[in-house]
């Protein structure tokens, strides 16, 4: 199964910039949910942010108006922009697809997706 690749992860201070990206061959096209997840350390998966080629955009609550997911079919691949970095998004970052459905208008739930990356580490210092 083709897997996805993440980068973009790094250390930076509160208040700071990154952005992820997800190499995705053959999932940014019609039908298919992508999304991220974090998972700080000690917790549990959470959605952070879904998308798919309709225009659906979805956002986890703690990260609403700082974070924004993009695709770019072109290249396969999936972004996402985070701004206004907290100590709190601390946690490895994966991309994920679902093949199967468009995305809901609910944040992303693990539970809905097959395709996974490895992830990338995100470290936020106060």
């Known amino acids: 199964q083709v897997q996805l690749v993440e980068s973009g992860g790094g250390s930076v201070q509160a208040g700071g910039s990154l952005r992820l990206s997800c190499t995705a061959p053959?999932?940014?096209?019609?039908?298919?949910?992508l999304a991220w997840f974090r998972q700080p350390p000690g917790k549990e998966r959470e959605g952070v942010a879904s998308?798919?080629?309709?225009?659906?955009?979805t956002y986890g609550d703690t990260v609403k108006g700082r974070f924004t997911i993009s695709l770019e079919r072109g290249n396969d691949t999936v972004y996402l922009q985070m701004n206004g970095l907290k100590p709190e998004d601390t946690g490895m970052y994966f991309c994920a697809a679902n093949p199967s459905y468009w995305c809901t208008p609910f944040a992303p739930k693990s539970t809905d997706f097959r395709v996974w990356g490895q992830g990338t580490q995100v470290t936020v210092s106060s």
């Open positions: 998308a798919d080629t309709d225009g659906t955009r």
């Open positions: 053959g999932y940014v096209r019609y039908g298919v949910c």
